[in-house]
């Protein structure tokens, strides 16, 4: 027998026996509770790092575990496909970015599989495939009939030299990343989904993310931004545009008295209009000229130098009578409540410092409650208070006065009380080649027409030429470019913009939970090209018209199946995702829902639990190929197996938190499972002709040996609740180590049974709790103990209360009363965590599953109980 560690060998053999077992490889069985883990797809840039390695190792314990205990697991993977890496490569090396794209997957798949994780390939998604991104073509449409789709001005970033649309990230210190010159802003029309028609639901949805880390829920919330205020009218007094009423936003209706000037946004439509033709003109457009060139973020930031200018004209102020000056000012923004402010310099910091840079007036009208006397010249005073000069509304308090001036407002019809949402409209358009195509057709004489989803997918051409200049691929591509208006089959062009990828990543997540081949034949069309050949619509090769343009698709996925998997029971990803993706996410389950793609039965919430997983760092900065410190995967995976690098990963720091990375620790990591090699092979001897020890705990008569059993059992329980609730998997190794340190120690004496099975029992019980960390070693010395089964497939392993320890109590799990089961816990547990644990149990899960739980009643040391309707 070799008593070498050779991982490469025991690996790369593991590795081909999972992928023949099929193991993930489930079909829902409506029987058993489900368990999905989803993580975070990746762009296939070409080659893992460490980050990846780290999101998907967690994920892969998780699928692991969930599995050995009893879950159906859905573990699926997929490639976020089209962005912009894809199209600078086609520049650079004259290929067609699928090209290059597939090749990447083909080898991240490769590295995939070498890192011995469990996915069902079967349900792999590629988002840049005809057959995938058909669908968000017709979600496209189907949103458009309901109007949460349309078409708006709105600005981009725009190279001169190179006539050329930049994204945000081919900037570069406000210069082009090819050219190096000047980018300025221009306007397009350009496709917006209406995520602010659910922006108030979305908000109201926060508060059901009990799984998610509280940091992400208050992004979630922050980004969508919800103000109280009221709109108030000021209308103009002279110039060009007398007699118009501006609205305003205003969270502080109650300052109304002490407005001293009105700021426009230098984008305001009005600001051009009303200097139309006066002197004032051309130095008001060099300003307008100068602060669109300023970033968004920075303008309206407390220390950003404020500016403004005049516009020669006056507005009157609805509640005091006064006429006001009217300016342009950079600290306005357009995309915010209406692009106007009511200036009230005594109460809010920038229109202070703008009053003092310009000398206008400081009228105080907010005194503070407990305070006798404030310099208002010295610094604005923000806080709420009591209403002084403010004639009829003198007295109140701030908060009476924000309901009742615009009560008063309102009877005049000029002013009401609103709500406003920082989350803005989602902006879908890209001027890029490598994306999923807008289903949209611009005819001359019928104007904007939807595809019809009969003829979807709209197809990217293959035949296109990457310069880099000039417009999109796709807007020089005539064959693609001309089309017949489906309406008047008059000549007609399409869009030649294509979508965000980030709707792409929107709905993946139920692309996975159907078969392909359920959806094969709910699409009637082939899946995944692959190697790369040309993309096509499904098309036809003779037959009757008919036949060709039979029934439109009906589903991207089956709603049954949605039934089952969802929501996503756990989500691995990164923080940086906390806005943008996981807001879309949640907006897209929902709109999907409201169109009837997903049945209503399913949740409001895509997902229930959250992890974000920590960066990886070196040497005191995050690992990234700019610092110049990153370590290869693959070059570690030769050295030590992969087995190594997961233990190091999970072990180094629990998952949430930074990894500082440490070759030391690499190589200790290794050393540990050599130690693990040696501990089996060297005591197999001793073992082999006993079983694991079953008999009641207390008849165990050796001390050691009795130590050792509790030992074991209390590492069972340990790893088990790490791996159940809090996924603190660095606490769980080292309980594992802890354990095999004991089993060095312990010296089991030939003719005594009992403590050669008690041996038997603690190797055993650590290869088994690594098996979900470093499976392909366990699995091997699974076999070395002569045991035929495959280690990956086995039930997990369950503690004996008795052994674990005499401060553990049990507890009794009762549903609707009724005892269902019970658990050992240490005593005085909380009963957060009790809940948790009872939760995780199959058994419970069976009796809680498509119920409403309406309230869970904890008696600490004694019970839980849950109470459910339907
Ligand atoms: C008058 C006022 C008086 C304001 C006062 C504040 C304090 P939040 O809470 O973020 O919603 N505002 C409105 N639209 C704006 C825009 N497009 N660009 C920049 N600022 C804008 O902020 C709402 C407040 O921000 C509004 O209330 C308005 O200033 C300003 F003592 O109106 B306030
Ligand atoms: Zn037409």
């Known amino acids: 027998m070799t008593s070498e560690y050779h991982p490469k060998t025991i690996e790369l053999k593991w590795q081909q026996i999972w992928k023949d077992s099929k193991l993930l490889e489930v079909d829902p069985h409506p029987t058993k509770p489900k368990y999905y883990v989803l993580e975070m797809f990746p762009y296939p840039s070409g080659t893992l790092h460490m980050g990846h390695v780290r999101n998907y190792t967690i994920g892969d314990v998780i699928a692991r575990y969930k599995y050995a205990r009893g879950f159906q697991v859905l573990h699926p993977m997929g490639w976020d496909a089209f962005g912009l890496p894809a199209e600078n490569a086609a520049i650079k090396n004259k290929t067609h970015p699928a090209k290059w794209t597939y090749s990447n997957i083909t080898y991240m798949k490769h590295q995939f599989e070498r890192l011995g994780y469990l996915f069902d390939w079967r349900r792999e998604v590629v988002t840049c495939a005809p057959d995938y991104y058909k669908w968000e073509q017709l979600f496209f449409l189907k949103m458009l009939e309901k109007g949460l789709t349309y078409r708006k001005l709105s600005s981009v970033n725009w190279c001169e030299s190179c006539q050329t649309v930049l994204a945000n990230e081919q900037v570069e210190e406000g210069c082009c990343w090819r050219c190096e010159s000047e980018v300025t802003t221009k306007e397009l029309s350009q496709w917006f989904i209406k995520t602010t028609a659910y922006a108030e639901e979305l908000l109201k949805g926060c508060d059901e993310l009990k799984g998610w880390p509280d940091r992400v829920v208050a992004m979630q919330k922050h980004w969508i931004g919800r103000s109280e205020g009221a709109q108030v009218l000021f209308e103009i007094l002279d110039g060009n545009c007398k007699g118009i009423k501006i609205p305003v936003f205003t969270t502080r209706v109650d300052t109304i008295c002490g407005v001293t000037f009105l700021s426009l946004a230098p984008e305001h439509p009005l600001v051009s209009e009303i200097v139309k033709g006066t002197s004032q003109e051309k130095k008001v457009i060099a300003f307008v000229e100068k602060v669109r060139k300023q970033d968004k973020l920075k303008r309206t930031a407390e220390n950003f130098e404020k500016e403004g200018i005049s516009l020669g004209a006056h507005v009157l102020n609805p509640v005091t009578g006064e006429k006001i000056p009217l300016y342009a000012a950079n600290f306005v923004l357009m995309d915010y409540g209406t692009g106007a402010v009511m200036a009230v310099p005594a109460h809010d910091t920038r229109d202070y410092l703008f009053a003092k840079k310009y000398g206008l007036p400081i009228k105080q009208v907010i005194q503070p409650v407990d305070q006798v006397s404030l310099d208002i010249h010295a610094s604005a005073f923000t806080d709420l208070g009591e209403l002084i000069g403010s ?201 999907l829902q409201d169109l009837g793609f997903l049945p209503n039965t399913v949740g409001r919430e895509p997902c229930s639990h959250l992890l974000n997983q920590g960066i990886v760092y070196k040497d005191g900065f995050k690992m990234s190929k700019s610092k110049g410190n990153v370590v290869d995967p693959e070059a570690l995976i030769e050295k030590f197996g992969t087995d190594t690098i997961r233990l190091f990963i999970l072990f180094a720091a629990p998952p949430e938190k930074v990894l500082e990375w440490s070759d030391h620790g690499v190589e200790g990591s290794s050393r540990f499972l050599g130690r693990v090699w040696r501990m089996v092979h060297n005591n197999f001897s001793l073992m082999r002709e006993v079983k694991v020890y079953s008999d009641d705990h207390s008849k165990i008569v050796n001390s050691e040996a009795k130590n050792l059993r509790t030992k074991v059992h209390q590492t069972i329980q340990k790893v088990t609740l790490a791996l159940d609730q809090n996924f603190h998997f660095n606490t769980a190794i080292a309980a594992v180590m802890e354990l095999v340190n004991e089993v060095y120690v312990f010296k089991a004496e030939l003719h005594d049974t009992v403590s050669r099975q008690i041996l038997r029992e603690s190797i055993e019980a650590v290869i088994r709790l690594l098996c979900p960390f470093s499976p392909h070693i366990c699995e091997e010395l699974w076999q070395t103990i002569e045991y035929t089964t495959l280690l990956s497939a086995e039930k997990w392993l369950d503690y004996d209360p008795q052994a674990v320890d005499l401060e553990k109590i049990t507890v009794v799990i009762q549903v609707n009363g009724k005892l269902r089961g019970s658990f050992l816990v240490p005593k005085d547990t909380d009963g957060q965590v009790l809940e948790k644990f009872a939760k995780t149990d199959p058994k419970i899960q069976n009796y809680l599953q498509d119920k409403e739980l309406l309230r869970t009643v904890v008696v600490p040391n004694k019970l839980i109980n849950f109470v459910v309707r339907g």
């Open 391 to 591: 004639g009829q509304f003198t007295g109140l308090t701030s908060e009476e006065a924000k309901i009742k001036i615009p009560q008063w407002l309102e009877k005049q019809g000029l002013g009401n009380i609103t709500l406003n949402y920082k989350l803005r409209d989602w902006g879908v358009s890209r001027q890029r080649f490598w994306g999923t195509p807008i289903p949209i057709i611009y005819c001359e004489s019928c104007g904007i027409v939807p595809v019809l989803e009969k003829d979807l997918p709209v197809v990217l051409p293959e035949d296109v030429e990457f310069t880099g200049e000039g417009p999109s691929p796709l807007a020089k591509h005539e064959g693609f470019l001309r089309v017949n208006c489906p309406r008047c089959q008059k000549s007609a062009k399409r869009e030649t913009d294509t979508m965000d990828t980030f709707v792409e990543s929107s709905w993946y997540y139920l692309r996975y939970i159907s078969l392909p081949s359920a959806f094969t034949s709910l699409e009637r069309s082939s899946s995944v090209p692959r190697p790369w050949t040309a993309p096509q619509a499904p098309r036809c090769s003779g037959g009757s018209a008919r036949e060709c343009s039979g029934p439109a698709p009906q589903k991207p996925f089956d709603p049954e199946d949605a039934k089952y998997w969802l929501p996503i029971d756990h989500y691995t990803g990164g923080i940086e995702h906390a806005t943008m993706h996981l807001l879309y996410f949640r907006f897209y389950h929902r709109v």
